[in-house]
C-alpha cells in the first residue's frame, strides 16, 4: 500500500509541475507589431495631405502587419500589407525597416520588397500608444508612415508619396 502511495504522490508532483507555465517574454518590438486597421492619403513635399485627404485609389482600409525579424534584437521592424475585404492588395508589399524601440520610430531608405524585389522607402513611421480613437469610440495605438515605391508611377506627378495612418486592430465589427 505504501509503494502505491508513493507513486501517487509521485505522479501527482510530476503532473503539477509539468502544469508550470513558463514565461516565455515577448520580442525585442512587441509594442511595435500588432495588425494594424490602416488608411491611404497622398501627400505632397511638405507632407500635406492631397485631395481633401481622401484615398486618391478609393482602395479602402486594409490591416497591415508590423513584426520582429528572426534575430529580435528590437533594431528591426517587418512590415507588410494584407489583402482588403475584397481580396486585393494595395501594393503587396514586405520589407525590413530600423527602429528604435525607445521612441517608437522606423524608417527605411530603399529596402528592399521581400514580394517583387522593388525598393521602398519609408519615412516618419511611427507607433503613438493610446493616440487613436477606433470609430466604436474606444481608445487604440495608433501608427502612421510615409511610404514610396519605386514602381509607383503616380509618385512625383499627382502626389510626392503615400502616407498609411491607422490604429491597432481591435477584431471589433463596430471597428472595421
Known amino acids: 500500500m505504501k509503494k502505491i502511495f508513493l507513486a501517487l504522490a509521485a505522479l501527482a508532483t510530476l503532473t503539477f509541475v509539468s502544469c508550470e507555465k513558463k514565461d516565455v517574454g515577448g520580442t525585442e518590438v512587441k509594442d511595435m507589431s500588432g495588425e494594424w486597421y490602416v488608411h491611404i492619403v497622398a501627400i505632397d513635399e511638405n507632407g500635406a495631405p492631397l485631395y481633401g485627404g481622401d484615398d486618391p485609389f478609393e482602395f479602402g482600409p ?50 528592399e520588397d521581400l514580394v517583387y524585389g522593388i525598393s521602398i522607402d519609408i519615412t516618419n513611421g511611427k507607433v503613438l500608444y493610446g493616440a487613436a480613437t ?32 491607422g490604429y491597432r486592430y481591435t477584431g471589433l465589427v463596430a471597428d472595421e
Open 134 to 165: 477606433t470609430p466604436s469610440g474606444q481608445p487604440a495605438d495608433s501608427i502612421t508612415m510615409d511610404i514610396l515605391f519605386e514602381d509607383d508611377e503616380n509618385a512625383g506627378v499627382y502626389y510626392d508619396r503615400l502616407r498609411f495612418t
Open 62 to 111: 486594409f490591416i497591415l502587419l508590423t513584426y520582429n525579424d528572426a534575430a529580435n534584437n528590437g533594431d528591426k521592424l517587418f512590415i507588410q500589407d494584407t489583402p482588403n475585404a475584397d481580396g486585393e492588395y494595395f501594393w503587396e508589399f514586405q520589407v525590413k525597416a530600423n527602429c528604435n524601440t525607445g521612441d517608437n520610430t522606423f524608417s527605411v531608405k530603399g529596402g
